[in-house]
């Protein structure tokens, strides 16, 4: 058996075990307290990870469990509720029991999606998520927030509900192509500056071993990764204060995703990449933050050839559509939007808008 390692998301009887491991994938059942109580089992996917990984559903987990397989489209597009109505369906139709569990094979989209679902059918079924993209092995398959994506903007329906663990491989990542492979790195750079200044410098030294798939690397970097968010979790599930933290870079992040429509264009990360960009950008002209922090960070993004500027993705918005968009946001609050910003790597700060021209012509100039 390979190394193991483990985080605890502390959450009273809702706490759970995050394993981190090379290929503990291939034996689920060690990792899933209680499996024999369970009546039955769905595990739910989608058909790039089923063409991509056939060997898992048909030979490891075919081994270890019985189970009835649901393979959903990939694609930001399945958040919506077409697909949440689909999935609900094609599980009641399977005629189960509050005994049933779900397993989710998937990238944060399908995690969302599934764990949403799960917190809806029969008032509320257990759930594993077994990530399988850098994304969700950093982010999304930890914490509990589910959702889907409204026509007025991203993730704006959706429900806290903790899966029963998580866990993580690394090898189920060598067949995420390199751009989703990229794109997860946004939230583990995310990490870095609103926690951890040394995890930073960290990535400025080993950031290329990460996203060439290095194990040792991508554990050390998930672990970090899991442990800030578990922390923050622990404190404030719900997201009624320091949660709000994780949302660095995200309100500008989300209003380039809803506006071109949850496509390909943009992955999630890439948007997050820009968000963080804009952020860091906009803190500097509150004269919060010293201009060097966005130095570090535009220098370790272009040495891993990643873009952080809108214009690189052949995306023009109106610099009006991207404040209207950002007042759609969840976090704005008696109409003031509310940003995380930085004050110096590792250093967030959460402020509310008070002067809406500065941000408007702030925008202006970005987005000209
Ligand atoms: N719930 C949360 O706390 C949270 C946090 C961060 C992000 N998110 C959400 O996560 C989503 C982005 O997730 P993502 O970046 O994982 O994208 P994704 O789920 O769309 O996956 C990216 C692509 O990789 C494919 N894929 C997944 N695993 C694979 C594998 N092992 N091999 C080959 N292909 C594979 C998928 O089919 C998809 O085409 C966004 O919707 C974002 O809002 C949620």
């Known amino acids: 058996m390979s190394k193991l390692d483990i985080c605890k998301v502390s959450l009273g009887i809702n706490s759970y075990k995050i394993f981190i491991g090379k290929d503990i994938h291939r034996s689920i059942t060690n990792y899933i307290s209680n499996y024999k109580t369970y009546s039955s089992t769905i595990v739910i996917s989608d058909k790039n990870i089923y063409e991509k990984n056939?060997?898992?559903?048909?030979?490891?987990?075919?081994?270890?469990?019985?189970?009835?397989?649901?393979?959903?489209?990939q694609g930001e597009k399945i958040k919506s509720f077409k697909y949440l109505e689909f999935i609900i369906e094609k599980i009641l139709k399977?005629?189960?029991?509050?005994?049933?569990?779900?397993?989710?094979?998937?990238?944060?989209?399908?995690g969302d999606l599934v764990g949403l679902a799960s917190s809806l059918v029969l008032r509320g079924l257990d759930f594993i998520q077994i990530p399988s993209t850098l994304l969700a092995q950093v982010d999304s398959s930890?914490?509990?927030?589910?959702?889907?994506?409204?026509?007025y903007g991203k993730n704006l329906v959706g429900s806290f509900k903790q899966p029963k663990s998580v866990i993580i491989s690394t090898d189920i990542l060598k067949t995420l192509k390199k751009r989703d492979i990229k794109s997860g790195y946004a939230e583990i750079l995310k990490y870095?500056?609103?926690?951890?200044?040394?995890?930073?410098?960290?990535?400025?030294?080993?950031?290329?071993?990460?996203?060439?798939?290095?194990?040792?690397?991508?554990?050390?970097?998930?672990?970090?990764?899991c442990t800030i968010k578990s922390k923050i979790v622990s404190k404030d599930e719900k997201e009624k204060g320091m949660r709000e933290l994780l949302n660095f870079g995200h309100t500008f992040g989300h209003v380039i995703e809803s506006v071109t429509g949850y496509k390909d264009k943009i992955k999630h990360g890439e948007a997050i990449f820009i968000g963080m960009y804009l952020a860091i950008k906009f803190s500097i002209l509150l004269k919060i933050c010293k201009k060097d922090v966005l130095e570090?960070?535009?220098?370790?993004?272009?040495?891993?050839?990643?873009?952080?500027?809108?214009?690189?993705?052949?995306?023009?918005?109106?610099?009006?559509?991207?404040l209207q968009h950002m007042k759609f946001d969840k976090k704005v609050k008696n109409s003031k939007i509310k940003l995380i910003l930085i004050k110096d790597i590792g250093v967030p700060v959460r402020l509310f808008v008070e002067d809406e021209k500065l941000l408007s012509n702030f925008l202006k100039n970005e987005l000209k």
């Open 54 to 73: 056939s060997l898992l559903f048909k030979k490891y987990l075919k081994k270890e469990i019985e189970f009835e397989l649901i393979i959903l489209p």
């Open 94 to 110: 399977l005629e189960i029991d509050r005994d049933t569990l779900l397993i989710c094979i998937g990238g944060g989209v399908l």
């Open 142 to 151: 930890v914490g509990g927030k589910t959702g889907i994506n409204s026509k």
């Open 192 to 225: 870095s500056f609103i926690n951890d200044k040394k995890f930073f410098n960290w990535l400025v030294s080993n950031g290329k071993k990460v996203i060439s798939l290095n194990t040792e690397s991508c554990i050390y970097a998930i672990k970090k990764s």
């Open 296 to 322: 570090k960070y535009s220098c370790h993004l272009k040495n891993l050839k990643i873009n952080h500027k809108l214009s690189s993705y052949n995306i023009k918005i109106s610099p009006e559509r991207f």
